[in-house]
């Protein structure tokens, strides 16, 4: 079997994401959400997914990289005739004391060398492929009608060529400028550029305003680029990925949408950005979790949209599916699941507004009913039996995981109600950090010397290497060294990868290996000392990237072929905070962090 990498490149906003396929596609574009339908979708499927494109005649090869420390992507393609550079970005710079993000994607082409002709092909569709919007030429523009908002290209190419799909000499730098809802009504040349300059100093400066050590900077900037803009910025919320459907393995069945908001992924995804400084993201996530809370009086769902709703109802969509993988999904059946360990998320997430004092939070005056309502939400479901972080669609049980980050929330309680002097809340939290540990503790096995997945089954799990990272074992007691050794007995792969699980489930026997987990496993390895190993997993991680450094969801470790959504948020932030953790030990042996 051939190598299997994803094609492509990403460029947003913190409005919304487009991928750029190496062919100089726009593969993937959901306007005017990151979960609305795509306008363009040829990720998904050829025919139905439309497409925006700029090739040449006949053969040609492609290259890709980003402008340096920017989200700002160069395609250079060369052909018979020439070689020619697409730039393509979506505009994000600060004016009007805030930040401009519309809903434009600006392409810049221009001229490398030869005489190069093109043919631009601009269709986009609506409602995931059903049909291709109505199209109307203007003056200077073509508009496309049909959604809520019309979409309208603007360029300085011959609109009758663009139309007519003819072939254009490239002579001049052109543009085309994709708006939806507010049309660019500005000049098109001066405009292109004054944003492409703006833009790009932007994500500059942003770097240069990153914490990043010495240690692996290269990647972690780009890790931190691609996380960025997957925060829709409007209400703070951060997504998995910007796709769906892209299998975890080809023909498994396992296509997921994952453009939705994970309570659970709220301790890591905010652990990340603190590790790099970045408080700005940090307190929009902070205010969405918040918003969370407070409208949630009942039971918390383990996903929300990226607006705070709470349905999410899963459908089926009759597309072609990404290397014919189906079925596509649309929402996601996880939103109806009952996992319990979002409440201890919660708890530690929101545990920084009271306990970091960069943060200028003024105390809510309602924080000790909060944390109270909390704590009842753990009592109330501490002995359940749940799906577990992974999502079992048909499995049930108490599983190690979610207690530990009942746990862990208890912890986090405790420390807020020392900060507001709530000595009775504080004990209440106490007496349930010691429930949620017998649960933990109930799936220990002995024999082996190890915590297995839940409680009753023998079987392993990598998310039990939280229980180093999370400081529930010393990270220097025989206890934490013993179950790192069986676990990674089990589950670790060849190359630094590791596996989630590998015992059946509802979809049958894991083929490929969960990038997160291998991270994990880099942090626990750090955490007991292992040091020299946990260096040689990471840097053996770094090669499972594309060609533009983005990491997917999954891989497997036969080939090193990327499966699973794409780009995956979750893997950028492992990589971030494992990055992290590495060099903080080698600075600090003695570091713990919780």
């Not at 098109?188 to 492409?196: G, H, K, M, Q, V």
């Not at 392993?460 to 069986?486: C, F, N, P, V, W």
């Not at 590495?582 to 713990?592: E, N, T, Y």
Request: charged share 25%; with cysteine; proline share 3%.
């Amino acid at each position: 079997m051939q190598k299997h990498t994803y094609q492509s490149g990403i460029v947003g906003n913190c409005a919304f994401i487009a991928h750029v396929h190496k062919n100089t596609d726009i593969s993937w574009l959901c306007w005017p959400r990151f979960d609305s339908s795509f306008v363009f979708g040829s990720l998904l499927d050829q025919e139905k997914g439309g497409s925006f494109t700029i090739l040449p005649e006949g053969s040609f090869t492609s290259r890709q990289f980003y402008v340096e420390n920017t989200n700002v992507l160069c395609t250079e393609v060369e052909c018979s005739e020439g070689i020619y550079r697409i730039i393509d970005f979506a505009p994000r710079f600060y004016q009007y004391e805030r930040y401009y993000k519309p809903l434009m994607l600006v392409r810049k082409i221009q001229v490398m060398s030869g005489n190069p002709r093109v043919k631009i092909t601009c269709r986009p569709t609506k409602n995931y492929g059903e049909s291709e919007l109505e199209r109307f030429v203007g003056s200077n523009h073509v508009q496309y009608s049909g959604l809520a908002n019309p979409i309208r290209l603007t360029s300085n190419f011959p609109l009758s060529h663009i139309v007519a799909g003819k072939y254009s000499a490239l002579n001049e730098t052109k543009y085309l400028v994709l708006t939806f809802g507010t049309p660019l009504e500005a000049p098109l040349e001066s405009t292109a550029e004054d944003f492409l300059r703006k833009t790009t100093v932007y994500w500059q400066q942003w770097v240069k305003n990153t914490g990043i050590g010495n240690m692996y900077q290269e990647q972690v900037i780009r890790s931190s680029l691609a996380l960025k803009i997957h925060q829709f910025e409007d209400t703070g919320a951060i997504v998995a990925a910007s796709t769906t459907s892209l299998p975890e393995f080809d023909q498994s069945g396992r296509t997921w949408d994952y453009r939705f908001c994970w309570l659970r992924d709220a301790y890591y995804i905010l652990q990340a950005f603190n590790n790099i400084g970045h408080f700005e993201e940090m307190e929009g996530y902070f205010n969405y979790l918040a918003n969370i809370s407070e409208n949630e009086k009942g039971r918390y769902q383990p996903l929300f949209s990226i607006s705070g709703d709470a349905n999410l109802r899963e459908r089926e969509v009759d597309l072609y599916g990404y290397l014919g993988n189906k079925p596509v999904r649309v929402g996601n059946q996880a939103s109806e699941h009952i996992q319990n360990d979002a409440y201890g998320q919660m708890l530690l997430s929101l545990l920084p507004l009271y306990t970091d004092k960069r943060f200028t939070y003024s105390e809510r005056h309602d924080s000790a009913k909060w944390v109270e309502n909390m704590l009842l939400k753990i009592e109330n479901t501490i002995d359940e039996e749940d799906a577990g972080i992974w999502e079992f669609r048909h499995i049930a049980q108490r599983h190690c995981y979610t207690n530990l980050f009942q746990w862990a929330g208890c912890q986090a309680a405790m420390k807020i109600a020392a900060h507001i002097n709530n000595i009775p809340l504080e004990k209440k939290a106490m007496e349930l950090a010691d429930r949620a540990a017998k649960h933990i503790e109930a799936c220990y096995d002995p024999v082996r010397e190890v915590y297995t997945q839940a409680e009753g089954t023998s079987n392993l799990d990598a998310s039990t290497l939280q229980l180093i990272m999370m400081g529930y074992l010393d990270h220097r007691s025989e206890k934490a060294r013993k179950h790192l050794e069986a676990v990674e007995d089990e589950l670790k792969a060849p190359g630094g990868l590791f596996y989630r699980y590998k015992h059946k489930d509802d979809f049958g026997i894991p083929e490929t290996t969960f990038l997160i987990t291998a991270f994990w496993y880099v942090e626990a390895l750090a955490c007991v000392g292992r040091i020299k190993e946990a260096t040689e997993a990471f840097e053996n991680l770094l090669k499972y990237t594309n060609h533009l450094g983005l990491l997917s969801e999954d891989v497997l470790w036969e080939d090193g072929s990327q499966w699973g959504n794409f780009p995956q948020a979750y893997s950028h932030v492992g990589l971030m905070n494992a990055a992290y953790r590495i060099a903080k030990k080698i600075d600090k042996p003695d570091f713990l962090s919780f």
